[in-house]
């Protein structure tokens, strides 16, 4: 009826940890348990039939108020339906955090058969470890890899460096970034300074301003350090 994909972990207690009973089958779930059975967490992989619709009926809210995935998932086992485990045994992040998703676009990026189906003209340095889809412009600039530069985006008098995505129809203009994922359609244009360790989102434009006065507006936790030119 069901299938979730598992995997080990070093701290399960962040975790959904799913039990197994002695012929490997889903025996209990438990929501960041305290004290875990085991390190297998689920992974936000699931498949389900029809039947996961009684199981969302049946549940109650939590203590947080929201209906649990693993609570639908543990009535299942409860009433006889089928849950399979698939223990994926490569490498898996949570994406919960920014810097989760820096790393996990990092590895992605070295995994990736790189390939320049786009154009890169004569003054432009592209490394080996460089994906320029179809369609995309890199004038002037040097693109450092493993990155990847997205459908129909342009990179012009521009520095793109290592463990960077810049999605579809994006520019990247006069600037510099690395270690970075910008989303599709948005422009970067006259950055002064490096953009680096960043994630901007869909349809974002950051362009230099010389208009005084300049403030910075920050969110600092406990015991940061921070240094501003």
Request: charged fraction near 25%; proline fraction near 5%; aromatic fraction near 6%.
């Amino acid at each position: 009826n069901s299938q979730v994909v598992l995997t080990a972990v070093d701290q399960p207690q962040h975790y959904g940890v799913a039990e197994l009973d002695n012929e490997g089958r889903i025996k209990q779930l438990v929501e960041k348990p305290r004290n875990p059975v085991s390190n297998l967490a689920l992974v936000g992989i699931y498949m389900f039939d029809p039947n996961v619709f009684r199981a969302v009926n049946a549940i109650k809210p939590s203590w947080r108020g929201e209906l649990e995935i693993t609570d639908a998932i543990q009535w299942l086992v409860e009433n006889g339906y089928a849950v399979h485990p698939y223990i994926h045994r490569g490498w898996w992040i949570d994406t919960g955090k920014p810097i989760d998703m820096l790393e996990a676009n990092n590895r992605v990026l070295a995994e990736l058969a790189h390939h320049v189906e786009g154009y890169v003209d004569r003054d432009s340095k592209v490394d080996h470890l460089v994906t320029v889809e179809r369609g995309a412009e890199i004038i002037n600039s040097v693109i450092r890899g493993p990155a990847i530069i997205g459908e129909d985006a342009r990179i012009i008098n521009s520095y793109v460096g290592p463990f960077t995505s810049i999605f579809h129809h994006t520019v990247v203009e006069e600037s510099e970034i690395e270690h970075s994922i910008v989303l599709d359609h948005s422009r970067i244009v006259g950055i002064p300074s490096r953009i680096e360790d960043s994630i901007i989102g869909r349809d974002v434009e950051i362009t230099y301003s010389p208009i005084k006065p300049k403030a910075y507006k920050m969110t600092l936790g406990d015991h940061s350090k921070v240094g501003l030119l």
